[in-house]
């Protein structure tokens, strides 16, 4: 559990936003991406370009540049609303004090909503998977019809090694546990739940069993 007092950028006093000092000693250091790093941040961003630079370029090339208009509005209203809603205002990094997230990958979309500290629901899992269905799916029809063969399968190419990596490197150390992507091991799930009284609460209430090895429950 988390020692420090809640600080105004820290209301919920989560440890990822207590001052790192305090992080001395967690068996969970190092194990999970519970501090920002902008190292995390950067390999998110560049995976993310190597499918959207050639679809971008595609659709230019295509002759549908006036629709990437359509998939920027889209992104925004995704990133900084949709999303942010049903996946981001569930995260730890959400927790922090401020109007702005910063955190590995939606760093800088705008806080619109309140923390959320209970897992994802179903339904917001479903509208996830659509929003992202949307905003990755987007360019493909219009480089299809310009007939930017190559530069559609650069681009798709692109997307399933940004998924790829982003499974391996990301979601086994993610701390958003109740994205339908997480694959963090339980036993760190439930370490980090357990420092942090605000979601262990809101977990227990949702139903979801948070094991302690230290009561002979792992
Ligand atoms: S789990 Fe919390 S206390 Fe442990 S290293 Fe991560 S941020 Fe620090
Ligand atoms: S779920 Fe991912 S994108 Fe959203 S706040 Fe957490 S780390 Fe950032």
């Known amino acids: 559990m988390t020692t420090a007092k809640p600080q105004p950028n820290n209301p ?8 790192e000092e305090l ?6 250091r190092g194990r999970l991406k519970c501090r920002f790093r902008s190292g995390d941040l950067l390999h998110f961003m560049g995976m993310f ?12 090339r295509g002759g549908f540049g006036w629709w990437l208009l359509g998939w920027f509005a ?44 209970e897992p994802m629901s179903r339904a917001e899992k479903v509208q996830f998977w659509i929003g992202l269905a949307i905003l990755s799916g987007f360019p493909f029809p219009f480089l299809l019809l310009g007939r ?17 990596t982003l499974n ?6 993610c701390v ?10 339980k036993a760190f799930r439930d370490e980090y739940v ?13 139903g979801q069993r948070v094991e302690d090895p230290a009561k002979g429950e792992a």
């Open 12 to 19: 919920y006093d989560i440890c990822t936003w207590q001052p």
């Open 148 to 164: 930017q063969w190559a530069l559609a399968f650069v681009a798709f190419w692109g997307l399933i090694l940004f998924f790829w």
């Open 49 to 60: 370009a190597g499918f959207a630079i050639p679809a971008v370029i595609g659709m230019a």
């Open 74 to 117: 889209f992104a925004m209203f995704f990133f900084n609303v949709w999303e942010s809603r049903i996946l981001c205002s569930h995260c730890p990094y959400y927790a922090e004090g401020g109007r702005v997230l910063h955190c590995i990958a939606n760093y800088g979309a705008l806080k619109l909503w309140k923390y959320h500290p």
């Open 168 to 173: 391996r490197y990301t979601c086994t150390r």
């Open 194 to 206: 357990r420092r942090n009284l605000t979601i262990r609460k809101a977990w227990e209430a949702s």
């Open 23 to 28: 992080c001395e000693g967690c068996p969970l």
């Open 176 to 185: 958003n546990f109740s994205c339908p992507l997480n694959r963090t091991p």
